[in-house]
C-alpha cells in the first residue's frame, strides 16, 4: 500500500475522530442481550491465557472460539474449551459471526488493530491488550471505529482497577496536593540486548510464522535472538512469544509496554488527555543491533484544563528513578508516578504511595473515598456488554493515554520537538515526523477503515 493511499486514509479517520463529539459512552450493541458473554480469544497463551482466565471466571463468560498462531503451543487451551472452534488466522475468527459476543485481543502490538476493528466492524464488543495499537493512526482508528459501532470496548490497563490508584486520584483531586504543574513517571524496565539472526531455519511444527509475522516486514525465521541478562548470567534465546517488544516491527519498546499502566494514573488524576508538544532523547547502551533505546526520557506538555493549569509530565525508563543518571530515586519505589503539587507531592505506584514531605501530611486527615472499589477490570467490561454502561478504560479514554504514548516513540525517531493538532492527528516540527505517524503493511494485510 502506498504512502499516500495510507495519509489519505490517516487523514480521513482523523476526520472522522474530531467530527464526533468529545466523549461517547461505549453502550450495548444491537445484538439481543444475554446472561453470558460468548467470547472469541485471539492469541490463546501468555496474557492471552490470563486475560480469558479472568474473564471466565466471572461467570459471566463462555469461551466459544480461539485463535493462535501457533497450534502447538496452543495445544493445554484447545484441551481445556473442546467446544471452542480454533483457527489459526483472525481474519478467519468471524466466519461465523452469529456465535459470538465479543473478541479479547491480545496479540503482540503489530495485531492489534486490525483484529479490533474487524471485530467492532462487525458489532462485536472488544477488550483490547495496551497499548490499543502499534502506530497513532492505528489508535485512532480503533478510536473511530468503537464510536460508529457503539460496542463496549477495555484497554487492559488492570492496574486502573487496583484500590492505590483510585485513593491517589482521590488525593490529587480532592487538592491537598494544590495544583499540579509538574509530572515525572519512571519505570526500570530495561529491554535486553537483541540480534538479527543471519542465517534462518525453518519454523516449529505448528508454528504459523508467516501469520506470525502479519502485516510487518517478513524475516527469516527466528527474527531474532536476544541475550537474556538475569542477575548477571546471560543466556541466549530465540524465543518470539515475548520479545517482539525490543523491535519497532513488532512493538514500542519500554515505553509502549509499560507507560500505559503508569501514565494512566496522571491521565485519570488531573483529567488529562493530549499533548500539545512532545519531545524525546534516548540512547542504545547494551551490544545488539536493534536500535530500540534501552534509556529514554520523554517530555510531554498538557494544556489547562478549565481551571486546572497546565502540565508538563516527564516519562523515563531504564533508571529506577526519574533520572536517566540514576541518581535521583525514591526508595521504594523503582517504577512510579510523582505528582508535584503547589502545597506537597505524591509518590506512588500500583500498590503504594506516599505524601511528601512526610512530616507536612504526618497525621493530615486523607480524603474520604469518592471512587468505588472496583468489580474487576475483565467483570466490569462483561457486565457493561450485558448490562448497558460503560467501561472506565474504553478506548475514548485509553485510546488518548495510547495515542500519547506512542507519540513519545515519533519524537524520539523523528529527533526533534513535536506540536501535535489532536483533533486533526497532525503532527509538525521535523520534516520527517509525520511519516511516523503510520505504518505501511505487508502486501496482503489491510486496516479495515
Known amino acids: 500500500m502506498s504512502s499516500r493511499v495510507l495519509r489519505r486514509r490517516f487523514l480521513q479517520s482523523s476526520a472522522a475522530l474530531a467530527a464526533s463529539s468529545f466523549f461517547v459512552n461505549p453502550i450495548l450493541s444491537a445484538q439481543a442481550p444475554r446472561q453470558r458473554v460468548r467470547l472469541g480469544i485471539i492469541g490463546v ?223 485519570w488524576a488531573l483529567n488529562l488527555r493530549h499533548p500539545t508538544t512532545v519531545a524525546a532523547t534516548g540512547r542504545v547502551t547494551y551490544k545488539g543491533d536493534n536500535d530500540m533505546p534501552d534509556l529514554m526520557q520523554v517530555e510531554y506538555e498538557y494544556p489547562a484544563r478549565g481551571t486546572q493549569p497546565p502540565v508538563h509530565l516527564t516519562w523515563y525508563h531504564g533508571q529506577p528513578g526519574p533520572d536517566l543518571t540514576g541518581k535521583v530515586t525514591h526508595q521504594g519505589f523503582p517504577s512510579g508516578v510523582l505528582f508535584e503539587g503547589e502545597k506537597g507531592n505524591v509518590v506512588a505506584d500500583y500498590s503504594h504511595y506516599r505524601l511528601l514531605p512526610e512530616e507536612r501530611f504526618r497525621g493530615v486527615e486523607l480524603p474520604k473515598q469518592t471512587i468505588p472499589r472496583s468489580v474487576g477490570h475483565h467483570r466490569e467490561w462483561l457486565q457493561a456488554i450485558i448490562g448497558g454502561g460503560t467501561t472506565t478504560c474504553n478506548f475514548e479514554y485509553s485510546g488518548a493515554l495510547s495515542e500519547t504514548v506512542l507519540l513519545g516513540n515519533v519524537a524520539y525517531k523523528a529527533g526533534g520537538k513535536l506540536q501535535y493538532d489532536a483533533r486533526m492527528g497532525r503532527v509538525t516540527g521535523p520534516a520527517n515526523a509525520e511519516q511516523y505517524l503510520q505504518r505501511e503493511y505487508r502486501r496482503g494485510w489491510t486496516l479495515p477503515v
Not at 484500590?163 to 519505570?187: A, F
Open 45 to 267: 497463551n501468555g496474557q492471552g491465557q490470563y486475560n480469558w482466565t479472568e474473564a471466565v471466571n466471572t461467570g459471566l463468560a463462555d469461551v466459544v472460539a480461539l485463535c493462535d498462531v501457533d497450534a502447538d503451543r496452543s495445544a493445554p487451551v484447545i484441551k481445556r474449551f473442546p467446544k471452542a472452534r480454533f483457527v489459526a488466522d483472525y481474519r478467519r475468527l468471524l466466519d461465523k459471526p452469529n456465535d459470538l459476543d465479543a473478541v479479547i485481543v491480545a496479540t503482540p502490538d503489530h495485531h492489534h488493530a486490525i483484529p479490533a476493528v474487524m471485530a467492532m466492524g462487525a458489532g462485536k464488543h472488544v477488550y483490547c491488550e495496551k497499548p490499543l495499537a502499534h502506530s497513532v493512526h492505528e489508535v485512532r482508528a480503533m478510536m473511530a471505529a468503537a464510536r460508529q459501532h457503539k460496542v463496549v470496548t477495555q484497554m487492559g490497563t488492570q492496574i486502573h482497577a487496583g484500590d492505590n490508584y483510585r485513593r491517589v486520584v482521590e488525593i490529587v483531586q480532592s487538592g491537598m496536593l494544590g495544583p499540579v504543574r509538574r509530572v515525572h513517571v519512571w519505570c526500570a524496565r530495561r529491554p535486553d540486548a537483541a540480534f538479527r539472526v543471519k542465517e534462518p531455519t525453518p519454523p516449529p511444527k505448528g508454528l504459523h510464522y508467516n501469520l506470525w509475522v502479519g502485516p510487518a516486514p517478513m524475516r527469516g525465521y527466528p527474527p531474532y535472538r536476544t541475550m537474556l541478562n538475569s542477575g548477571g548470567r546471560v543466556q541466549e534465546t530465540t524465543a518470539i512469544h515475548f520479545h517482539w517488544r525490543w523491535w519497532w516491527d513488532f512493538g514500542g519498546g519500554v515505553l509502549a509496554d509499560m507507560a500505559c499502566h503508569f501514565m494512566d494514573l496522571p491521565h
